[in-house]
Nanobody, 124 residues
Framework: EVQLMESGGGLVQPGGSLRLSCAAS????????MHWVRQAPGKGLEWVSA????????YYRDSVMGRFTASRSDAKNALYLQLDNLEPEDTAMYYC?????????????????WGQGTQVTVSS
C-alpha cells in the first residue's frame, strides 16, 4: 500500500525557514516523479515543485523559484522541501504526492496518492 506522510510544518516569521519531509512507503521514491502541492485557505491545490524519477531533476513554480529547494533521499526513501525566505503568501497546507493530474498549475486530489499534509503558517 502506498503511503505518504509529511512533517516539518509550523509557524514561522516572514523571512524564516522550514524544512518539510515526506516519508514514503509501499513504493520506491526514485522510481516516481514526486510533487509538492499546497493549498491556502479558500484556494485550489497549487502545484509547487517536482522531483523527476531517476535523475532527480527539480522543477518549481515561478513564485517559489530561488526560495524553495526540493530534494530526495534514496537511502531514506523520502522527499524534502526546504523553504527559505518565507512570505505570508506561502501560508498553506503542504502535501507531497505522486501520480497526480495538474492543469495550468493547479492539481486535482481525485487522482494519485497524497499525504495528509503539513501546515505552514508565515506570520509576524
Amino acid at each position: 500500500e502506498v503511503q505518504l506522510m509529511e512533517s516539518g510544518g509550523g509557524l514561522v516569521q516572514p523571512g524564516g525557514s522550514l524544512r518539510l519531509s515526506c516519508a514514503a512507503s509501499g513504493f520506491i521514491v526514485s522510481d516516481s516523479t514526486m510533487h509538492w502541492v499546497r493549498q491556502a485557505p479558500g484556494k485550489g491545490l497549487e502545484w509547487v515543485s517536482a522531483v523527476n524519477s531517476g535523475n532527480g531533476d527539480t522543477y518549481y513554480r515561478d513564485s517559489v523559484m530561488g526560495r524553495f529547494t526540493a530534494s530526495r533521499s534514496d537511502a531514506k526513501n523520502a522527499l524534502y522541501l526546504q523553504l527559505d525566505n518565507l512570505e505570508p503568501e506561502d501560508t498553506a497546507m503542504y502535501y507531497c504526492a505522486k501520480d497526480i493530474s495538474c492543469s495550468d498549475g493547479y492539481c486535482f486530489k481525485s487522482t494519485g496518492n497524497w499525504g495528509q499534509g503539513t501546515q505552514v503558517t508565515v506570520s509576524s
